[in-house]
């Protein structure tokens, strides 16, 4: 027997004793524990092939990652956001220039874009954040999607202060820093997104001049 | 056939009036008008030509061992075709595995119809005249053929099981560069990417009603696409690596999916935008 077959044997042999025990004890809908996490993150890694810029490396968890796979659809026991929000706010950098807010046009069209990091997309081509896919932002945009809450008059309903133009940045940069398993990518801590870029966007958000403002 | 010609050309002239109705109602009521358009195209839903193609096929001797798929088991039989998707995906013994509509298909193309997998798998998702799937074809005859039937995936069946469970845990499996898991977009009722609805697919009414539209014609793709592509593609956009098609993973969300929709009569090869 080649030694795969065995490897698969064995598998197959623990996966049936363990859904019998599931049915035994009869466990309805979705039998929770690790168990079944270590075996659904094997099954995943046989299952995708890398495809250009998305290596197999990116089914790897990191912790806040894995806690918000563990926790999904059920209420986030306090120490665990607490563990998530001080581990993503550890992650976030100012630019060395202190400067906070760039150009809200440019920002415009980063917020437009999809572009980036998908196996389809060019790597060499800059990346946008699709910020409409998921926000309001812009009154001129129609449309836009309503994932995440609406973004209009971002900085005019809370005022164009330093902490805004701050709040703004870290918020961009890592947004489990203050929200848990909040469904925004992270755009600095994954280098999606450039400080310049950030800047851009930020400035879309909290600008007086920017659309999203009037 | 003339007649399926005559209400498809009807259909795409509907398509096009409702797109303009689209484009200029999109603040107000884009759903409502999407549902309109959808409804005019009901009636002449170029999914038939796919149909009409994956029918031949099913019943023409194919590969090198020259044998039709009147051998092909999808469950309920040898060549059984009625009702049989509305009952995948299910655990085959001759295979030691649970598998969906289009693995079985594979399945039968590499062990009875004498293919090598590579070149069965050559072209499973379409692309215009350039490149047409076999899969796709004989996935919408297949599918055709239970419409109106109610979804019965076997759960009960412990490996089956198993792949439901799996299939959930990887329904909130979060990784990339962007965070995302098919819960990111499909996990709260009403709401919506752009103007694009999206199904909460936690609810049982919202697999439903996803899942048993599936496989669709794609009016902004010109093309029929399966449930696999449907995976494949959503993962494209999650940032992720590609989906091998027929991998267990495919195998465990389509079985996670599909037996939430039990209950509900399947209704496709269906029409999206």
């Known amino acids: 027997m080649h030694r795969m077959n065995i490897v698969r044997a064995l598998a197959g042999a623990v996966l049936l004793a363990t859904s019998a025990f599931g049915m035994l004890y009869g466990c309805a809908s979705a039998p929770a524990g690790h168990a079944v996490d270590d075996r659904a993150a094997a099954m995943m890694k046989s299952s995708f092939k890398a495809h250009g810029q998305a290596t197999l490396d990116r089914l790897d968890q990191d912790e806040t990652q894995r806690l918000c796979s563990e926790y999904a659809g059920r209420a986030l026991p306090q120490p665990v956001v607490e563990r998530i929000e001080k581990a993503n706010l550890a992650t976030i950098h100012f630019p060395a220039d202190g400067k906070l807010v760039g150009d809200w046009k440019s920002g415009e069209k980063i917020a437009q874009s999809g572009r980036g990091f998908q196996y389809s997309d060019d790597p060499k081509q800059a990346a946008g954040a699709n910020c409409y896919a998921c926000h309001q932002l812009s009154p001129k945009e129609l449309s836009y999607g309503t994932i995440g809450p609406s973004l209009y008059q971002f900085g005019k309903r809370r005022g164009y202060t330093d902490e805004t133009r701050r709040y703004a940045w870290q918020k961009v940069y890592n947004a489990q820093a203050f929200s848990a398993c909040s469904n925004m990518p992270r755009f600095g801590h994954h280098h999606i997104l450039t400080d310049e870029q950030i800047r851009d966007v930020v400035a879309l958000l909290v600008d007086p001049a920017s659309p999203l403002n009037q | ?273």
């Open chain 2, 1 to 273: 056939m003339p007649r399926t010609i005559r209400r498809i050309v009807a259909g795409i002239a509907a398509a096009a009036v409702f797109g303009g109705v689209v484009a200029t109602a999109l603040a107000d009521s884009t759903a409502d008008e999407i549902a309109k358009y959808r409804d005019a195209l009901q009636d002449g839903n170029p999914a038939e030509l796919w149909e009409a193609r994956g029918e031949d096929m099913w019943k023409t001797p194919r590969g090198p061992k020259h044998v039709s798929f009147a051998s092909c088991d999808l469950g309920l039989g040898a060549g059984v075709v009625k009702g049989a998707y509305a009952q995948l995906p299910r655990y085959f013994a001759d295979a030691g595995r649970v598998m969906d509509l289009e693995t079985r298909l594979l399945w039968c193309m590499t062990e009875q119809q004498g293919y090598t997998r590579a070149d069965a798998t050559k072209n499973v998702f379409g692309n215009g005249s350039a490149k047409r799937s076999d899969f796709e074809a004989l996935a919408a005859y297949v599918t055709s053929q239970s419409q109106g039937v109610k979804m019965n995936v076997p759960l009960d069946e412990p490996h089956v099981h198993e792949m439901y469970a799996l299939g959930e845990k990887m329904f909130f499996y979060r990784g990339g560069t962007h965070d995302f898991a098919c819960a990111t977009c499909h996990g709260e009722d009403g709401k919506r990417i752009r103007l694009q609805d999206l199904p909460n697919l936690t609810k049982v009414e919202g697999a439903q009603k996803a899942y048993t539209t599936w496989p669709a014609y794609r009016v902004s793709q010109g093309e029929l696409r399966t449930f696999q592509w449907r995976l494949n593609d959503c993962f494209r956009q999650q940032r992720f690596p590609e989906l091998v098609f027929g991998s267990d993973a495919s195998i465990a969300l389509t079985a996670y999916l599909a037996g939430r929709a039990n209950g509900a009569e399947f209704q496709g090869p269906a029409i999206k935008r």
